[in-house]
């Protein structure tokens, strides 16, 4: 177990559905990062969050939204969900915005949009 | 598109042979890691090498880092069979806004 939780670990849904992807970060760290890893595209930096404000964007689509809650944990939305969006969504947190000592990443949700 | 890019993709070796993997990238960077996936599980942290650093060492694992080729290699000596997994290297933008880029791996298969 690496501290930060992930639920659910498993999501089938139709597309054109919304869901809530949720992950509690390790204790103590403030910052948390979204990342999508599909078959063809690798690991996508999607958006970061530190102490509860949004501090980095990466490849994020406008269809997707996330926020982290004062008791620090975070949500990712995703909405009209596409096939193409079958991927797994991995949470990772560090204890400050910057890195030195690496991220701790959870299990990861695997969604699949059928 | 990837920041860091590793070479080989994938890698068959048998069990006490050692493994090199190479990441490139385009940036400067502050730092850069290395991290293990096994299949369909969360990534692990492995080892960090800061910019002004050239080895690092961890274990069975020696880390390089060129800056002036902006490349890394991970070395694993005497593999087993355990470390077959995908690894992949992240890096950190200088932009200031400290988030880490994935390159696309390398799956490493280690034959018992």
């Known amino acids: 177990d690496s501290g930060v939780t992930q639920t659910p670990k498993h999501l089938i849904t139709a597309t054109g559905q919304r869901v809530t992807l949720r992950c509690s970060p390790r204790s103590g760290d403030l910052s948390v990062y979204w990342y999508q890893q599909s078959l063809d595209q690798g690991l996508q930096f999607l958006i970061q969050?530190?102490?509860?404000?949004?501090?980095a964007k990466g490849n994020i689509l406008e269809r997707f939204s996330a926020q982290q809650f004062p008791d620090l944990h975070s949500e990712l939305n995703l909405s009209s969900l596409e096939l193409g969006d079958s991927a797994l969504y991995f949470c990772a947190s560090s204890a400050t915005s910057r890195t030195p000592g690496g991220y701790t990443f959870g299990s990861g949700t695997r969604l699949t949009v059928v | 598109s990837q920041q860091g890019e590793e070479d080989p993709q994938a890698l068959s070796i048998q069990e006490g042979e050692n493994a090199t993997m190479n990441c490139s990238y385009k940036t400067s960077i502050n730092n850069l890691q290395w991290y293990r996936q096994n299949s369909g599980r969360g990534l692990v942290h492995l080892i960090l090498?800061?910019?002004?650093?050239r080895e690092k060492h961890s274990g069975r694992l020696r880390v390089t880092l060129d800056t002036s080729k902006k490349s890394s290699s991970l070395l694993i000596t005497a593999s087993r069979a355990a470390d077959t997994a995908s690894y992949f290297c992240a890096t950190d933008v200088t932009s200031g806004t400290y988030k880490y880029i994935f390159g696309t791996g390398t799956r490493l298969k280690v034959l018992a």
């Open positions: 969050y530190y102490n509860g404000e949004e501090r």
């Open positions: 090498i800061r910019s002004n650093e």
